[in-house]
């Protein structure tokens, strides 16, 4: 593989179930980071992880939770999913202080 | 208040003309990055040009370029010569320094070329 797979494609959930979307990158890239997209609103960082071992929280982290065992996986959790979590879901990585972030090709969630 | 405002929702050009897309920004931190992305109805997000904000000259990328005017916080990307291809939403994102490399993004621009 080359760059960012996220897995995954698509899903459909039931509102309280427990869902995991994963992201694998193979660029040993430092950082990675979780964005949502809806419409009208652009991009939104959820959650970002500097290097491994450590998370922080960005615009809209409320409703999800991160891990970075490692360099290469930051898979993204929804504990009980909600309705309003509807969205398009960006893993993304870049090499830290580089101009570029890399982008998945996207998860497209729906919650019932 | 928003960090990124791109004020044109959705613009139409004509083929093999040039386009200019808004993105107007608000920040106090000195060391900034600014970012514009495309992204094609297939869904992927693909980086296309970079201005910091000590850059003394405008970026430019091939048919892209960065018209920076730091004063009044504008960073318009500038397509010329449009293709069909160039049909995609447009976004333009800010990393501030002291935040360290998270991207802020806008609301977008849907830019339709008209053959």
């Known amino acids: 593989i080359a760059g960012i797979t996220q897995a995954p494609t698509s899903q459909i959930l039931a509102a309280g179930r427990r869902m995991t979307l994963r992201c694998t990158q193979d660029?040993?890239?430092?950082?990675m980071y979780w964005y949502r997209q809806d419409l009208g609103l652009g991009l939104r960082l959820i959650h970002y992880?500097?290097?491994?071992?450590?998370?922080g929280k960005g615009e809209v982290p409320d409703g999800y939770s991160v891990s970075r065992a490692n360099t290469d996986d930051f898979p993204l959790t929804l504990a009980s999913a909600v309705p309003s979590q509807t969205s398009v879901y960006f893993c993304?990585?870049?090499?830290?202080?580089?101009?570029?972030?890399?982008f998945g090709p996207g998860t497209r969630l729906t919650v019932l | 208040a928003q960090k990124i405002t791109q004020t044109q929702p959705g613009m139409f050009v004509q083929e093999k003309e040039a386009v200019t897309l808004d993105c107007t920004y608000d920040?106090?931190?000195?060391?900034?990055?600014l970012f514009w992305y495309k992204q094609p109805s297939s869904g992927e997000m693909i980086f296309l040009i970079y201005?910091?904000?000590?850059?003394?000259q405008n970026a430019t990328e091939g048919r892209y370029s960065l018209n920076f005017q730091k004063a009044r916080k504008s960073a318009n990307l500038v397509i010329s010569a449009s293709q069909l291809g160039d049909s995609a939403m447009y976004f333009c994102?800010?990393?501030?320094?002291?935040?360290?490399?998270?991207?802020?993004f806008g609301g977008g621009t849907r830019l339709m070329v008209k053959p």
């Open positions: 993304a990585s870049s090499r830290w202080g580089d101009n570029e972030q890399f």
């Open positions: 920040t106090s931190d000195p060391s900034y990055g």
């Open positions: 660029m040993r890239h430092n950082a």
């Open positions: 992880s500097n290097t491994a071992g450590t998370t």
């Open positions: 201005q910091g904000s000590y850059d003394q």
């Open positions: 994102a800010m990393r501030e320094n002291n935040a360290g490399n998270m991207l802020t």
